[in-house]
């Protein structure tokens, strides 16, 4: 693998450490500025919606641009966005800073992932997309727990001056590794836009949605849900948490690896069993052995998805990918936000820190059933096309026939 995917990765794992510390950081937040842990929750919903707005917008800014250095303009929006979290006064001006930092997510991945896929050969491209997304999936192993004790023993401010320092790492790896390239010739946002009239590629981001989105249902509200359900001291959430990331490092690679063989039927078993786990989540939070194992796998099936999702959406807009990839990152985050929301709405309606599990079995059932769909529509097409071809080879006259063989 290229020294350059290197790069990617160390930026990829500040981005996932800023996206997901706030999780085991949502009560001392909502503490130090005196409200509600739903209301917190919109740390992470704000976060997301950013990631939805800033895909398709920086972007298409950077068709303009050459890769690297729009990569390096990323990563300073994602800095400044850390810092005037860690500093914010009051709540909004930390949704504020929350918002800007999540503006260079979407395009950091959609760019990264078509970069990541043109730097190996072509039967490698959904690994060196995996080998990217490594950098989120080790955050979780790493960064999110580190940030998460930093917070719980200096200060949540302090975790996220450290997430700022993570970005000037990833910046200085950008600009050191990652090769100069020319603005690709004859990319025109109007070309890329025609990606979403594909019907498979707007089902792959709809999966992307739902999928991933399950996950957060459930994860959001982790710190909550394992100390006052399942009995945990709060000091263990950064244990958890790393559980959590192992497991999604595992997902990762093993979605890397079958997603260029049997892209599909990897879908279909990661989704399905998605569904099941967080349906028994509701179950499995109370007692602390099933639910640390139930962390494991929620984490290892909803990254099990990602890699493959993202070269779905690549393969299917392979004229124009930039944008579609960029937007898919989108997607993701749009699940995340709905999902956060929705997990906020049944706890506020008094259901219990257990019930946002419920809503996630539900998105990643959904997804599924639109994977069976996507997969169906692809087969016809692919029996349509054989059919139209054998009976144009059967309107060849013999002689035409013979010549030609």
Same mark, same amino acid.
């Given at each position: 693998?290229?020294?350059?995917?290197?790069?990617?990765?160390?930026?990829?794992?500040?981005?996932?450490?800023?996206?997901?510390?706030?999780?085991?950081?949502?009560?001392?937040?909502?503490?130090?500025?005196?409200?509600?842990?739903?209301?917190?929750?919109?740390?992470?919903?704000?976060?997301?919606?950013?990631?939805?707005?800033?895909?398709?917008?920086?972007?298409?800014?950077?068709?303009?641009?050459?890769?690297?250095?729009?990569?390096?303009?990323?990563?300073?929006? /994602?800095?400044?966005?850390?810092?005037?979290?860690?500093?914010?006064?009051?709540?909004?001006?930390?949704?504020?800073?929350?918002?800007?930092?999540?503006?260079?997510?979407?395009?950091?991945?959609?760019?990264?992932?078509?970069?990541?896929?043109?730097?190996?050969?072509?039967?490698?491209?959904?690994?060196?997309?995996?080998?990217?997304?490594?950098?989120?999936?080790?955050?979780?192993? =790493?960064?999110?727990?580190?940030?998460?004790?930093?917070? *719980?023993?200096?200060?949540?401010?302090?975790?996220?001056?450290?997430?700022?320092?993570?970005?000037?790492?990833?910046?200085?790896?950008?600009?050191?590794?990652?090769?100069?390239?020319?603005?690709?010739?004859?990319?025109?946002?109007?070309?890329?836009?025609?990606?979403?009239?594909?019907?498979?590629?707007?089902?792959?981001?709809?999966?992307?949605?739902?999928? /991933?989105?399950?996950?957060?249902?459930?994860?959001?509200?982790?710190?909550?849900?394992?100390?006052?359900?399942?009995?945990?001291?709060?000091?263990?959430?950064?244990?958890?948490?790393?559980?959590?990331?192992?497991?999604?490092?595992?997902?990762?690679?093993?979605?890397?690896?079958?997603?260029?063989?049997?892209?599909?039927?990897?879908?279909? =078993?990661?989704?399905?069993?998605?569904?099941?786990?967080?349906?028994?989540?509701?179950?499995?939070?109370?007692?602390?052995?099933?639910?640390?194992?139930?962390?494991?796998?929620?984490?290892?099936?909803?990254?099990?998805? =990602?890699?493959?999702?993202?070269?779905?959406?690549?393969? *299917?807009?392979?004229?124009?990918?930039?944008?579609?990839?960029?937007?898919?990152?989108?997607?993701?985050?749009?699940?995340?936000?709905?999902?956060?929301?929705?997990?906020?709405?049944?706890?506020?309606?008094?259901?219990?820190?257990?019930?946002?599990?419920?809503?996630?079995?539900?998105?990643?059932?959904?997804?599924?059933?639109?994977?069976?769909?996507?997969?169906?529509?692809?087969?016809?097409?692919?029996?349509?096309?054989?059919?139209?071809?054998?009976?144009?080879?059967?309107?060849?006259?013999?002689?035409?026939?013979?010549?030609?063989?």
């Amino acid at each position: 693998m290229p020294l350059a995917l290197l790069a990617l990765a160390l930026g990829a794992f500040g981005i996932g450490t800023t996206e997901f510390v706030i999780m085991g950081l949502l009560p001392q937040v909502a503490s130090g500025f005196q409200v509600s842990i739903p209301s917190a929750g919109f740390l992470v919903t704000g976060y997301a919606l950013g990631v939805v707005m800033g895909a398709p917008v920086m972007t298409a800014i950077g068709t303009k641009v050459p890769r690297k250095r729009m990569l390096m303009v990323l990563m300073g929006l /994602f800095i400044v966005g850390n810092v005037l979290s860690a500093l914010a006064p009051v709540f909004g001006v930390m949704l504020a800073g929350r918002v800007v930092a999540s503006l260079a997510h979407g395009a950091f991945f959609g760019i990264g992932s078509v970069l990541a896929a043109d730097l190996v050969a072509p039967g490698r491209k959904a690994g060196a997309i995996a080998m990217m997304f490594t950098g989120l999936t080790v955050a979780n192993v =790493v960064g999110v727990p580190l940030g998460t004790f930093i917070g *719980q023993s200096i200060g949540w401010r302090a975790t996220f001056l450290a997430v700022a320092g993570l970005g000037v790492l990833g910046l200085a790896g950008i600009a050191l590794l990652v090769p100069e390239q020319p603005r690709p010739e004859g990319v025109r946002l109007r070309h890329e836009a025609a990606a979403f009239g594909n019907v498979q590629v707007l089902l792959a981001m709809a999966m992307t949605v739902l999928g /991933f989105g399950g996950v957060f249902a459930s994860i959001t509200y982790i710190t909550p849900m394992m100390t006052q359900v399942a009995g945990f001291a709060e000091s263990s959430v950064t244990w958890l948490l790393v559980l959590f990331g192992l497991g999604m490092v595992g997902g990762n690679l093993i979605g890397g690896r079958y997603a260029d063989r049997a892209l599909m039927p990897l879908l279909y =078993v990661s989704l399905g069993a998605l569904a099941v786990t967080l349906a028994l989540f509701t179950f499995t939070a109370h007692d602390k052995l099933t639910a640390a194992v139930t962390i494991v796998l929620v984490g290892g099936l909803g990254s099990a998805t =990602v890699s493959p999702l993202q070269k779905r959406v690549l393969d *299917q807009a392979s004229g124009a990918p930039t944008l579609a990839s960029a937007v898919n990152i989108g997607a993701f985050n749009l699940g995340n936000a709905l999902a956060a929301w929705l997990g906020g709405i049944v706890i506020a309606a008094g259901l219990g820190f257990t019930a946002p599990n419920w809503v996630g079995a539900l998105l990643a059932g959904s997804a599924l059933v639109l994977a069976v769909l996507s997969g169906a529509l692809e087969r016809r097409g692919v029996r349509r096309v054989g059919r139209v071809a054998a009976g144009s080879a059967a309107a060849v006259p013999a002689p035409v026939a013979a010549a030609r063989r």
